[in-house]
T-cell receptor, first 118, second 113 residues
Framework: GAVVSQHPSWVICKSGTSVKIECRSL??????MFWYRQFPKQSLMLMAT?????????EQGVEKDKFLINHASLTLSTLTVTSAHPEDSSFYIC??????????????FGPGTRLTVL | GESVGLHLPTLSVQEGDNSIINCAYS??????FIWYKQESGKGPQFIID?????DKRQGQRVTVLLNKTVKHLSLQIAATQPGDSAVYFC????????????FGTGTRLQVTL
């Protein structure tokens, strides 16, 4: 159980286009999902917190108009990279939080989406 | 801005030996810590966690030690196997349920035969 999927697993696009990445919790409902970005040989950097039914909370330095997040249901959050540029090329990873209990609060991670902007 | 590529610290161990991966965390208020394993091109995989009211927790072949005095976390892997080769990240959380995680810089574990 507790499987998170991402689609697509990789995408190549031209500079200036927009790309949508989906994050789904397959067998549980997730009120909260997180979006991370990871550059080569670096750690995961949190971009934003996605809450079902409300606006996402963005980390400092992350442009909310460039990285649009929509958490329309308890099993789906989407990240849209608008007007993508080569510097947006990265590995984007989502996670979904299982449980509302103080003890159980694991984040289950998706497999990641490799974005390459030409 | 342009990001500077970093070289992950690398730990090389022989198959069968024990591995110890260290992590310094940043926030003394953190109440929950997790170790993740990440293989190339994949998302992080949960290994083991520990709450701040504990100083040791054991799993299958893995042990996590927490030293809150010096804000240090370690992951011990017993009888390291080739399949353990990956990048290992520690993560800390403060703020309770569904709070965000802050990841450490990571360590690459290379298991030699």
């Amino acid at each position: 159980g507790a499987v998170v999927s991402q689609h697509p697993s990789w995408v190549i696009c031209k500079s200036g286009t927009s790309v949508k990445i989906e994050c789904r919790s397959l067998d549980f409902q997730a009120t909260t999902m997180f979006w991370y970005r990871q550059f080569p040989k670096q750690s995961l950097m949190l971009m934003a917190t996605s809450n079902e039914g409300s606006k996402a909370t963005y980390e400092q330095g992350v442009e909310k108009d460039k990285f649009l997040i929509n958490h329309a249901s308890l099993t789906l959050s989407t990240l849209t990279v608008t007007s993508a540029h080569p510097e947006d090329s990265s590995f984007y990873i989502c996670s979904a939080v299982l449980g509302q209990d103080e003890i159980i609060n694991e984040q289950f991670f998706g497999p990641g989406t490799r974005l390459t902007v030409l | 801005g342009e990001s500077v590529g970093l070289h992950l610290p690398t730990l090389s161990v022989q198959e069968g030996d024990n591995s110890i991966i260290n992590c310094a965390y940043s926030n003394s208020a953190s109440d929950y810590f997790i170790w993740y394993k990440q293989e190339s091109g994949k998302g992080p995989q949960f290994i083991i966690d520990i709450r701040s009211n504990m100083d040791k927790r054991q799993g299958q072949r893995v042990t996590v030690l927490l030293n809150k005095t010096v804000k240090h976390l370690s992951l011990q892997i017993a009888a390291t196997q080739p399949g353990d080769s990956a990048v290992y990240f520690c993560a800390e959380r403060w703020g309770g349920t569904a709070s965000k995680l802050t990841f450490g810089t990571g360590t690459r574990l290379q298991v030699t035969l």
